[in-house]
């Protein structure tokens, strides 16, 4: 048994392949990181795009009243006002924040 823990504590050949292993796998790490922050990035910008596109719809609507021998309802209106957050590139990732907005 002692010749066979000696056989293991003394063995180096795997010790190039694990030194390979952990390179390759730091890069590896670090390119996930920066995919993964620009993944981020664009999808915050796309999210952007669909909060624009709803808020660019035209809410006004309105309709007439109607009169009968039975009853009538009068009619409705709905005029959409301007909004802060309805125009594009409302939202930034590169901008810090001010102290006023906290």
């Not at 390179?23 to 909060?51: H, P, R, Y």
Request: charged share 20%.
């Amino acid at each position: 048994m002692t010749t066979l823990i000696n056989k293991l504590y003394n063995d180096e050949a795997g010790f190039i392949v694990s030194a390979e292993l952990v390179l390759v796998s730091t890069i590896c790490v670090l390119g996930m990181i920066v995919g993964l922050s620009e993944v981020a990035f664009n999808v915050n910008q796309e999210l952007e795009d669909v909060g624009s596109a709803i808020g660019s719809v035209n809410q006004s609507f309105h309709y007439n009243g109607t009169q009968g021998s039975k009853g009538g309802i009068a009619g409705s209106c709905y005029d959409d006002k301007w909004d802060q957050g309805d125009d594009d590139c409302d939202v930034s990732c590169d901008v810090a924040p001010t102290p006023e907005s906290h």
